[in-house]
């Protein structure tokens, strides 16, 4: 498939750090949990992410002294809005559209990246954060903000070692940090330790939001289903797919310009892609396994290549499917912002003949499911 080439991001580009935001306990234990094996040219992010969190931590525990009592008590009175799906299919479109519902709550870039303060010191550093993030993402081009809607899968990585995103920080580990996606041979104290760090973020989320029902989008959580049910046996679910032939390519691609400015360590992309190759089985796999379990009228499932053509229509279907309210409220929003999105043409691919043997070995059973032809 791909050749084994060396990625090597720019060793002072430090600003797209997710470490930065997580607290001193939880980078020692990634630190610890490597071995503190970094590579030589990466120190100036270890340097910098280790700083900024040492800064923030005085931030931190006043945060937790004024507020940890308010959200322990704190009840998620609606169940979450789960949006999952692979990486590169299309959730985030989901997601950005749906948060214009101000009836939900949702994680902005802002709680995502730094989930300890965002409660006491939001003007202190959602400008810092403001003025280090670029306008768009470095893969997409897709708008970013610091209140704009994002994954908090991130913030959970800040609290606790096990979240998918330190895998792509310490590549040489990423398959240890797969399996916090699948939650597979993973001991009983992990999962009590992630689910009480999920809860306590969620509540967090919700005293800030004034007890909204959260929308939250998470690619990690297609391979979650039975856990977030034990959590939250209501929760509802939107799951997007997309053509495996196109998803392989697109996330080559994320991959190749994502983890170079992530890592602390240096990676290849073959081993990248042999790691994305087995996950996103092992996440299907999971995920159909488990989507049985959602009660009937809490799933509904979205093909990509329809929601970018039509995108209000579907929106409109997930109203109906899950028994939302509010849809003609927000029609206009959902419109206008569809029509920003319009010129937004998704790429095509020439599926080489090496790609369609190895996803006919390893995918052929979720294009099965999905009715794709191969």
Same mark, same amino acid.
């Given at each position: 498939?791909?050749k084994p ?9 430090v ?12 980078l ?6 490597? =071995?503190?094996l970094?590579s @030589?040219?990466y120190?100036?992010?270890m ?14 525990l ?7 009592k308010?959200?322990?008590q ?12 692979h990486?590169r ?10 948060s214009?519902d101000?009836?939900f709550g949702?994680?902005?870039t802002f709680?995502a990246?730094?989930?300890g ?5 939001e003007k202190i550093?959602?400008? @810092?954060l403001a003025?280090s993030?670029?306008?768009?993402r470095?893969m997409?081009?897709v ?16 609290f606790i ?8 920080i310490f ?6 940090y797969?399996?916090?996606v699948?939650?597979?041979? @993973?001991?009983k104290?992990v999962?009590d330790?992630w ?6 973020f969620? =509540?967090k989320?919700?005293y800030?939001r004034?007890g ?6 998470n ?7 039975k ?10 679910f ?5 053509n495996p032939?196109?998803l ?9 310009i994502?983890v170079p ?7 290849d ?6 790691h ?6 092992q ?10 379990l959602i ?9 990509y290549?329809d ?5 209000l229509?579907?929106?409109?279907k997930?109203?109906t499917?899950?028994?939302l309210?509010?849809?003609?409220a ?7 912002y569809?029509?920003?999105q319009k010129?937004? =043409? ?8 090496? @790609? ?7 995918? =052929?059973?979720v294009f099965?499911k ?5």
């Open positions: 498939m791909t080439l060396q990625l090597h991001g720019n060793v002072f580009d600003k797209y750090e997710p470490l930065a935001g997580a607290s001193v306990t939880n020692l234990r990634l630190y610890a949990q490597n =071995k503190f970094i @030589v040219r120190m100036p992010r340097l910098y992410a280790t700083a900024l969190s040492s800064i923030i931590a005085p931030f931190r006043k945060e937790n002294i004024q507020f940890n308010s959200i322990k704190t009840e998620i009175k609606h169940p979450p809005l789960f949006i999952t799906g990486w299919s299309g959730t985030t479109y989901i997601h950005n559209m749906l214009l101000n009836t949702y994680c902005s709680t990246t730094v989930p303060v965002f409660l006491g010191s550093f959602k400008p @810092v003025a993030i670029t306008p768009k470095p997409d081009d708008p970013m903000g610091t209140d704009l809607p994002q994954e908090e899968e991130y913030a959970i990585g800040a070692p096990y979240a998918y995103y330190n895998g792509w590549p040489k580990n990423m398959g240890f797969n399996s916090f699948t939650m597979e041979h @993973v001991s104290d999962i330790e689910k009480k760090a999920y809860l306590y969620l =509540k989320l919700t800030y004034n909204k029902r959260l929308i939250l989008k690619p990690a959580h297609t391979a979650r289903i856990l977030l049910l034990e959590m939250f046996p209501d929760a509802q939107i799951n997007i797919y997309r032939y196109h392989y390519y697109s996330m080559m691609r994320f991959l190749r994502v400015i992530y890592c602390i360590q240096k990676s992309m073959q081993t990248l892609e042999g994305m190759l087995d996950l996103y089985a996440m299907y796999k999971k995920y159909f396994e488990e989507r049985t009660p009937k009228g809490n799933l509904v499932e979205i093909k290549e929601f970018i053509q039509n995108p229509e579907n929106i409109e997930i109203y499917t899950l028994g309210k509010d849809f003609e927000s029609k206009k929003s959902f419109s206008d569809a029509t920003t010129f937004f =043409k998704a790429s095509t691919y020439d599926v080489e003949p090496v @790609v369609k043997d190895t996803l006919h070995n390893k995918w =052929k059973f099965d999905f009715g794709y032809e191969m």
